[in-house]
């Protein structure tokens, strides 16, 4: 083989804990990337995502483009892994489901104590809308893997890389889903 | 002729007593077969079906089946364990299981169940149910986004504490746990923090006012076990 395993990580309505969990392989990291080529990912500053072998999903759904960005990862990616809680099923900012998301703009945006005069929800078409619920990317495309925890461990994460790279089924340390 | 009436639990012989259900039976010899609604000290609910085992080569409960002398019970098989990680997916489905901040995590069955059967991810479209919660009791919370309808409150609250607090309402999909208050508000009704429903719950629907991530973690029930026992099937959605 000549080319080397092209891996992608993006964090969508996540907290980036994902990620850092990822970091916390430590002087693992070294050797693993020695084996791949990084392509997309907040680790680097590649802006376009090319064809890979493995995309790493941290976060779920909340707004417009993270299901643009979603879609466009599983079309470019082989495996497509939902990583942490957020990805899997919502996680935590799915709590919001529960609220109309119209009235929680305006809660925080023009109505909170504090804010200056004349503050008012933001409506730049720059900005992507928020959906009216959160939801798991599973719910929008097919996802391959599902690496739950918030976030998974390192070692988990690990275990996962490592048998994808090897094209085995991973088999995880102890699942946890907190 | 004292000699105890036999049945076959995955290739092993085990006594009984005359009325156990297959459950109890297998229970009081040390056998574990998967549950979230089965509790020794009270009646049988049949409503998680995690405990289904094929008995005599046909799916039945364990909690609700008699057992009888001679017969061949498979709880153990693959075929079954599928069924029950389906049903586990179903129930988180169902629910708002954020376990990232329940802080029944850890201590918690159906978070048990999922960990042993090896279920990584939720494989349906999520409910999202919006119950309000209740707090209006000094002493204890309900959040029925987390109720998987195994009736432990309403049976231990029946049938232990004498006092009828919770009941079943609604049908299909809308079926819910309804407080039985006037105002249908858990301070309205004759709850006790001490009554068996206050504690029974077996995830974290109901609890404690107050008490909160009081174990830290490597020393929750979960962490304590052995992973050997929870490693039942590996890894599959």
């Given at each position: 083989m000549t080319a080397k395993p092209r891996i992608a990580t993006v964090s969508l309505a996540g907290c980036f804990g994902c990620h850092m969990s990822f970091l916390d392989l430590d002087e693992a990291m070294l050797p693993l990337f020695e084996r791949i080529e990084l392509d997309r990912t907040p680790l680097n500053d590649v802006k376009e995502l090319g064809p890979c072998d493995v995309g790493l999903v941290e976060g779920g759904l909340c707004n417009a483009e993270n299901v643009a960005v979603l879609r466009e990862f599983r079309a470019r990616c082989k495996v497509l892994v939902a990583v942490g809680a957020c990805a899997i099923n919502g996680g935590l900012p799915a709590q919001r489901n529960a609220l109309d998301v119209g009235q929680m703009l305006v809660d925080v945006y023009r109505s909170r104590p504090g804010l200056a005069p004349g503050s008012d929800v933001p409506n730049d078409p720059e900005l992507p809308l928020p959906l009216a619920q959160v939801h798991p990317i599973h719910e929008v495309v097919h996802v391959d893997h599902f690496l739950p925890g918030c976030p998974p461990s390192a070692e988990t994460i690990g275990a996962l890389l490592t048998a994808l790279l090897v094209g085995r089924e991973p088999s995880l340390p102890p699942l946890r889903y907190d | 002729m004292d000699e105890p009436s036999r049945f076959m639990l995955d290739g092993t012989a085990l006594p009984f007593e005359e009325g156990d259900t297959v459950m109890a039976a297998a229970a009081r010899a040390g056998r574990d077969i998967p549950h979230l609604c089965w509790h020794s000290a009270l009646g049988p609910s049949g409503a998680c079906r995690l405990c289904t085992v094929r008995v005599d080569g046909r799916l039945a409960s364990a909690c609700t089946t008699r057992v009888a002398a001679g017969q061949v019970v498979e709880s153990e098989t693959d075929d079954l364990h599928e069924r029950r990680r389906l049903l586990v997916q179903l129930l988180f489905t169902e629910g708002n299981h954020f376990c990232p901040g329940c802080e029944k995590s850890g201590d918690c069955r159906l978070q048990d169940a999922g960990y042993a059967l090896g279920v990584t991810g939720p494989g349906f479209e999520e409910f999202f149910p919006r119950h309000a919660v209740d707090a209006s009791h000094p002493d204890v919370w309900l959040d029925f986004n987390r109720c998987i309808l195994c009736k432990l409150c309403v049976r231990a609250s029946w049938?232990?504490?004498?006092?009828?607090?919770f009941q079943i309402g609604g049908h299909g999909t809308g079926t819910h746990v309804v407080v039985n208050s006037g105002s249908g508000l858990l301070a309205d009704s004759a709850l006790a923090a001490n009554d068996m429903a206050a504690g029974?719950?077996?995830?974290?629907?109901i609890g404690p006012k107050?008490?909160?991530?009081?174990?830290?973690i490597g020393q929750r029930a979960v962490d304590r076990r052995e992973p050997a026992d929870r490693e039942r099937s590996g890894e599959g959605p």
């Open positions: - | 049938e232990v504490d004498g006092k009828g607090v029974i719950c077996p995830v974290g629907a107050r008490r909160g991530y009081a174990v830290p």
